[in-house]
């Protein structure tokens, strides 16, 4: 073969291996792009269709932790109301009885879903838990309202003996979150493993935890 044609095949093979590294860089750049976009490329809710629900309107469903008052520190955060139907004791089958009429009555654009604290301490399966978190998390769908939901807060002192079980759950509810494609307020991971957000009780938030836990969810919304 003369050296023309040797230059040939070397030129050939270039070119093939310039197209393999553009492809190559175009796939990264579309991960990136899509990673950007999953990771904070919009705020939550951005070109969702909410049908006749309010977009500035938020519910925040759970039990004595949401009726301590994180939503109204919520609600100064976003400058945007957010209804506290919290109702201490309740368990989570008490918010997926109450989900529809929640939904049909104040239209909202937001769900925000905290429950389990009382399920675990009374002995409720996982199983029946995150089958009563699903409900709320498919009505809230269905209604065209977007779903948050949080993992609980740990438990110390007095609760301590459930504190593995909170962890434990708290690995299902991010199953779940996964499953259901929608947005999770992790407020485990921002509480962390320590008491220092808690009462003495080890169970509630003290004022430090509630703005805890409206800032974790504000971060989730925006």
């Known amino acids: 073969m003369g050296v ?3 230059r040939g095949e070397r030129g050939t093979a270039i070119m093939q291996r310039l197209r393999t590294w553009a492809q190559v860089a175009g796939v990264a750049a579309l991960l990136a792009w899509a990673v ?3 990771d904070g490329g919009g705020k939550l809710g951005e070109g969702h269709d909410f049908g006749p629900n309010n977009p500035n309107l938020h519910i925040a469903i759970g039990d004595s932790i949401t009726a301590g008052g994180y939503p109204e520190r919520l609600a100064a955060l976003l400058g945007k109301p957010v209804i506290n139907l919290g109702i201490p004791g309740s368990k989570s089958d008490s918010g997926a009885s109450r989900i529809g009429s929640a939904l049909s009555q104040y239209r909202p654009g937001y769900v925000l879903i ?8 009374s002995g409720r399966s996982f ?17 065209q309202s977007l779903p948050v939901l949080a993992t ?7 609760h301590a003996l459930w504190a593995e079980s909170v962890k434990l759950l708290n690995q299902e509810i991010r199953a779940l979150a996964s499953a259901e494609g929608v947005a999770l307020a992790d407020l485990e991971s921002a509480f962390g493993d320590t008491p220092q957000y808690l009462q003495s009780d080890g169970l509630h938030p003290t004022a430090e935890g509630q703005q805890l836990i409206a800032q974790t969810f504000y971060d989730v919304l925006n």
């Open 4 to 6: 023309s044609g040797r």
């Open 36 to 38: 950007g976009c999953e």
């Open 114 to 121: 905290l429950y389990g604290a009382n399920d675990v301490t």
């Open 127 to 143: 199983a029946s838990i995150i089958e009563n978190l699903r409900i709320m998390v498919q009505a809230s769908k269905n209604n």
């Open 152 to 158: 609980l807060t740990p438990m110390f002192y007095e």
